[in-house]
């Protein structure tokens, strides 16, 4: 099982990883392909709602011996035994999509009082907020000229 870990700024856990796949060796190296699924459980990008949703990875890893530094992609192993945890993390978090949204038309917070607009509405005003910074910036009218 593999930590509870943060990714590009979001909590990110997998559960029921399986990995299925083949393996060549050599004296030197170990050569692994196949297939990693688990379940992501993450957080909704508007909402914040916990999310879980099932992921699927390509595995191809390297595994030697020693460091190659024209290698970076290369995975040390020592003895006889091969720990694929790495590899593994590696797949799934470069299979992650940008964003999870607990579903498609998800409504998310209120920009002012922070209220989860998927449950009802909330009494905030449209308009300008004036603890906004940028609420003054409303206000420059550009004639379509070049900026």
Do not use: H, W
């Not at 099982?1 to 299925?20: H, Q, R, S, W, Y």
């Not at 191809?60 to 190659?68: I, Q």
């Not at 308009?127 to 910074?133: A, F, H, K, L, S």
């Amino acid at each position: 099982m593999l930590e509870k870990m943060m990714v590009l700024g979001d909590p990110v856990e997998f559960t029921d990883i399986a990995v299925n796949g083949t393996y060549l060796s050599s004296e030197e190296r170990i050569v692994v392909n196949g297939e990693v699924t688990a379940e992501v459980i993450s957080q909704c990008a508007r909402c914040l709602k916990p999310v879980k949703n099932p992921i699927k990875a390509e595995l191809d890893a390297l595994f030697a011996r020693e460091p190659d530094p024209e290698d970076p992609d290369r995975y040390i192993y020592e003895a006889s035994q091969v720990d694929l945890t790495e590899a593994v993390k590696d797949a799934l978090v470069l299979a992650l999509p940008l964003r999870y949204l607990c579903k498609e038309d998800c409504k998310g917070l209120c920009p002012k009082c922070g209220m989860d607009l998927n449950t009802g509405s909330c009494t905030c005003q449209e308009g300008d907020d004036e603890r906004n910074p940028f609420a003054a910036l409303r206000s420059i009218v550009y004639d379509n000229e070049e900026v």
